[in-house]
């Protein structure tokens, strides 16, 4: 009897020092993978550039392989920003089988986001959410969100631009040119070229639905302009802005 207990103390005993030291082998694997990892600021900046270039799966792909690296919470609000609009640009230029899915996941990863003290990050979250629910068919939550916007940043842009587009979505043709127009005057004012290029790209989305092609030409052509500007003097990529309206002209 003395024997059995003897041993299955001994298996007891093996089984705890097993234990401790797997536990020892995750931890130190842990700090392994944080070592090797890259520094948040190289992760956020070099995912920035490849949704910059149209490149999302890659984004997106970089932020899930790196998230070890992304600790502080602005770190992680600005990763999941990026991956809203990473998710947006798949599901609208993907497969239509996935759409649905990847939706969920802008929607998901622009909530996530609000959460950040940074007032643009809040801004650009607040433009993209809506988007994702329209097409998610979550129409009154939409207007909901685009309401609350454009009454906490009545002097930005970028949230009357998100109206512009959701009042086409919606059919409001002549509305939506009204708020471009709106957009476009008040981003040159701010020196915002991207958003002007947005204004004028959306107004011609616009008056293309409504027939008005001559018109939706010269606008397109406008967008380009503000766009290669935009990049010219930020040295941010407008690719992915510019080869959109390309086609959108190429195709009237």
Same mark, same amino acid.
């Given at each position: 009897?003395?024997?059995?207990? %003897?041993?299955?103390?001994?298996?007891?005993?093996?089984?705890?020092? $097993?234990?401790?030291?797997?536990?020892?082998?995750?931890?130190?694997?842990?700090?392994?993978?944080?070592?090797?990892?890259?520094?948040?600021? *190289?992760?956020?900046?070099?995912?920035? *550039? %490849?949704?910059? &270039?149209?490149?999302? &799966?890659?984004?997106?792909?970089?932020?899930?392989?790196?998230?070890?690296?992304?600790? +502080?919470?602005?770190?992680?609000?600005?990763?999941?920003? /990026? %991956?809203?609009? &990473?998710?947006?640009? /798949?599901?609208?230029?993907?497969? !239509?089988?996935?759409?649905?899915?990847?939706?969920?996941?802008?929607?998901?990863?622009?909530?996530?986001? @609000?959460?950040?003290?940074?007032?643009?990050?809040?801004?650009?979250? @607040?433009?993209?959410?809506? %988007?994702?629910?329209? @097409?998610?068919?979550?129409?009154?939550? $939409?207007?909901? !969100?685009?309401?609350?916007? !454009?009454?906490?940043?009545?002097?930005?842009?970028? !949230?009357?631009? $998100? =109206?512009?587009?959701?009042?086409?979505?919606?059919?409001?043709?002549?509305?939506?040119?009204?708020?471009?127009?709106?957009?476009?005057?008040?981003?040159?004012?701010? +020196?915002?070229?991207? $958003?002007?290029?947005?204004?004028?790209?959306? =107004?011609? &989305?616009?008056?293309?639905? /409504? +027939?008005?092609?001559?018109?939706?030409?010269?606008?397109?052509?406008?967008?380009?302009? @503000?766009?290669?500007?935009?990049?010219?003097?930020?040295?941010?990529?407008?690719?992915?802005?510019?080869?959109?309206?390309?086609? *959108?002209?190429?195709?009237?």
């Amino acid at each position: 009897m003395a024997e059995f207990f %003897l041993s299955a103390g001994f298996i007891l005993l093996l089984g705890f020092v $097993t234990g401790c030291n797997a536990m020892v082998y995750l931890f130190f694997k842990k700090e392994q993978e944080i070592a090797k990892a890259m520094p948040a600021q *190289k992760i956020l900046k070099l995912a920035k *550039k %490849l949704y910059a &270039d149209g490149k999302y &799966d890659e984004s997106v792909a970089l932020i899930k392989k790196n998230k070890v690296s992304l600790t +502080g919470k602005e770190e992680i609000a600005e990763a999941n920003r /990026i %991956l809203g609009w &990473d998710y947006y640009y /798949i599901s609208i230029k993907g497969p !239509v089988a996935t759409r649905k899915g990847n939706l969920k996941l802008a929607e998901l990863s622009f909530r996530e986001a @609000l959460n950040t003290r940074n007032k643009s990050r809040k801004i650009s979250c @607040l433009n993209g959410l809506p %988007l994702a629910l329209w @097409l998610l068919d979550k129409k009154p939550e $939409t207007w909901s !969100v685009i309401n609350k916007a !454009v009454a906490s940043f009545s002097e930005e842009p970028s !949230v009357w631009n $998100t =109206k512009a587009i959701t009042l086409r979505r919606e059919g409001r043709f002549a509305e939506s040119v009204q708020v471009c127009e709106k957009v476009h005057k008040t981003a040159l004012a701010k +020196g915002d070229l991207r $958003t002007a290029g947005h204004a004028k790209q959306n =107004k011609a &989305d616009a008056l293309r639905e /409504i +027939g008005e092609t001559r018109r939706a030409k010269t606008e397109y052509r406008t967008a380009i302009k @503000l766009y290669e500007r935009s990049q010219k003097e930020t040295g941010l990529s407008a690719k992915f802005h510019i080869s959109g309206v390309e086609e *959108k002209l190429s195709a009237l």
